[in-house]
């Protein structure tokens, strides 16, 4: 299989901050294993409204997780993002710094209960929008709303961009959440790819079968987008 560049946008590397990894020896081996599987840049998005530190925490955890890396990893960069729980309240969080978008951008990875209607989704969208940020809806697949419907295309039109997990495209195709994200490839409804990397264990990063999958039934040019350059036009700040 070709080695692929990838651009994880969604994961839980930073030490001690939140769900994600518990010390430093389990960012570097977390950080290995998806190097070892093509990675070649990472945003940690820590949970925003869990996170037990502050922005600034995070940025020098951030470049503490740099220093280590840029040693055994010259040619992986490392962004500071966060995934953040959508309330009312967050845009005026995100305004005044106390939430992070995408490494400085307008682009905004933004979580919800599971069970949301899809007129909450679609109208916390649109608020989003209205205050001139780019939401990211992160692993949209979660979302039975969406699931049910085939409203991602609207969902789009309106302002939103939408990831999926590597995990749930690599899973069994007899999986009804696996077949409906690999519907949303070939329809190329999905923007972004992430790991959602918590950990070594249960939740590590594994990209192998999804990128099996992709390779077999996606485009070139759109895998390329994915994977790699629709992100790195993300943190560029430029029209996704
Ligand atoms: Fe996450």
Redesign the pocket.
Known sequence: MKQRKIFDI?T?ILPGVDDGSDSMKTTMGMLKMAYNQGVRAVMA?P?GSASRVSPTQCRSLLEKVQEQAQQKFPDLKLYLGE?IFYSRGCIEHLNNGKLLPMTGTSYVLT?FPYSISYRELYSAVRELVWARYRPIL??IERYRCLRESDCTEELSESGAYLQINFSSIGASCLNGTTRWCRRQLTGGRIHFL?S?M?NLGSRRPELGKALEWMERHLEEDYLREILWENAEKMVRDELV
Do not use: K, P, S
Request: hydrophobic share 10%; aromatic share 0%; proline share 0%.
């Open positions: 969604h839980h998005t949970h995934e979580e992160a692993h992430g959602d918590h």
